[in-house]
C-alpha cells in the first residue's frame, strides 16, 4: 500500500472519530463549545482532503490494494462532510443573530430566565438594530392570533411545548406568560423560549422569543423553532 493510501486511511478514521468526540466534549461541557465546533469543523476539513486525495490518486495506485484502501477511506470521510454540509444548508442565508421575536416593536421580556441562563451566556437585551436584522431576514415572523380565550390559548400553548420537547421552568396563567428551554440534538446547546399571552386583547395575541445562550449565530434555530410552535399551534387550536 502507498504512502498516499495509508494517509489517506489514517486521516479518514481520524475525521470520523472527531464527530462523536465534538459531539461530547460540547454537550457534557468537557471542553468550551468554541473548540468542540472546531472539532467539528476539522472533521469536515479532514474527510474533504481524503476525498481529493482519493480523487486524484486513486486510479494512479500502483496496487488494487491502495485503490481499495483509498476507496475506503473515502467512504469514511462522507459522514463528516454529509452532516457538515447538512449543517450549512439547514442555516441557509440566516444572519449572524441569536435573539429572536414575533414582535420587535415591542418584545416581549424573560422573567425566570435570567436565573437559568448564568452569568457566562448571552445578554437578553433585544436592541432596534438587531429588530431591523430580524425583519429583514424573517418577516414572515408575526404575532399569533387566536379566537381562543386567554386560558384556552395558555393549555394549547402548554401542550405544544410539550410536544416539541421544550423544558418549561416558568408558568404563570394569571401572566399568561410561559418560560422554557429547548435543547439542541446534536450538540446540546440550549435556548430560552417565551411565550406570552395577551388576553385583554381580542382576538387573544400571542408572542414569543427564543434567545440562544451561547454562540453569536444560531443558523436560523430560533426563528425555526418559534415557526414550527406556531405551525402546532395552528394544527391543535
Keep these: 500500500m502507498s504512502r498516499i493510501a495509508r494517509s ?4 479518514a478514521w481520524i475525521s470520523l472519530s472527531l464527530l462523536p468526540l465534538s459531539v461530547i466534549a460540547t454537550r457534557w461541557n468537557l471542553l468550551h463549545f468554541r473548540y468542540g465546533l472546531l472539532m467539528y469543523l476539522l472533521a469536515a476539513l479532514l474527510g474533504l482532503l481524503v476525498i481529493v486525495l482519493a480523487g486524484l490518486f486513486t486510479r494512479s495506485q500502483p496496487s488494487e490494494a491502495g485503490r481499495k484502501a483509498l476507496s475506503r477511506a473515502a467512504l469514511l470521510s462522507l459522514p463528516a462532510i454529509g452532516l457538515f454540509a447538512f449543517s450549512v444548508f439547514s442555516a441557509g442565508d440566516a444572519p449572524m443573530i441569536h435573539n429572536v421575536t414575533t414582535a420587535p416593536d415591542n418584545p416581549p421580556q424573560f ?3 435570567p436565573k437559568q441562563r448564568g452569568s457566562d451566556a448571552n445578554p437578553l437585551a433585544y436592541t432596534p438594530e438587531l429588530a431591523e436584522i ?14 381562543l380565550s386567554g386560558k384556552e390559548a395558555h393549555q394549547v400553548a402548554l401542550a405544544v411545548a410539550n410536544k416539541l420537547g421544550w423544558e418549561v421552568y416558568y408558568d404563570d396563567p394569571e401572566k399568561g406568560q410561559i418560560e ?15 411565550i406570552h399571552i395577551n388576553a385583554s386583547s ?3 395575541r400571542i ?5 440562544s445562550r451561547v ?4 443558523m436560523g ?5 418559534i415557526q414550527k410552535f406556531v405551525d402546532y399551534f395552528r394544527e391543535i387550536e
Aim: hydrophobic share 40%.
Design 180 to 194: 422554557a428551554v429547548a435543547t439542541t440534538r446534536w450538540f446540546g446547546f440550549k435556548d430560552d423560549i417565551l
Design 221 to 225: 434555530a430560533n426563528a425555526r423553532r
Design 215 to 218: 454562540g453569536q449565530g444560531d
Design 111 to 113: 422573567i425566570a430566565a
Design 207 to 211: 408572542d414569543l422569543r427564543s434567545v
Design 202 to 204: 381580542e382576538p387573544t
Design 8 to 11: 489517506a486511511t489514517v486521516l
Design 134 to 147: 430580524q425583519r429583514q431576514a424573517y418577516p414572515e415572523l408575526q404575532t399569533l392570533t387566536t379566537e
